[in-house]
């Protein structure tokens, strides 16, 4: 009788540890959730004030280097 009630303590007990490796690793991939970005801020030299207008600086070839 005594191996009878270990067995289902250990069958409880197995059944637990399952039940809380699940949770964990739903907990888990919880916290791998995409960065995102919602904002920006540049400081462009040579007056440019956007991106999109540094991206023409440099496609233009432009020297902005100033004093």
């Known amino acids: 009788m005594n191996e009878q009630k270990l067995l289902e303590y250990l069958k409880k007990?197995?059944?637990d540890l399952h039940q809380t490796r699940q949770?964990?690793?739903?907990?888990e991939a919880g916290r791998q959730e995409?960065?995102?970005i919602v904002a920006m801020s540049c400081r462009f030299p040579?007056?440019?004030?956007?991106?999109?207008?540094?991206w023409r600086?440099?496609?233009?070839?432009?020297d902005?280097?100033?004093e």
């Not at 949770?23 to 907990?27: A, N, P, T």
């Not at 040579?46 to 540094?54: A, I, K, L, R, Y």
């Open 13 to 15: 007990v197995t059944h």
């Open 23 to 27: 949770r964990l690793q739903d907990v």
């Open 34 to 36: 995409p960065v995102a």
């Open 46 to 54: 040579g007056g440019v004030g956007s991106p999109e207008e540094f």
């Open 57 to 62: 600086l440099l496609a233009g070839g432009v």
């Open 64 to 66: 902005a280097i100033g």
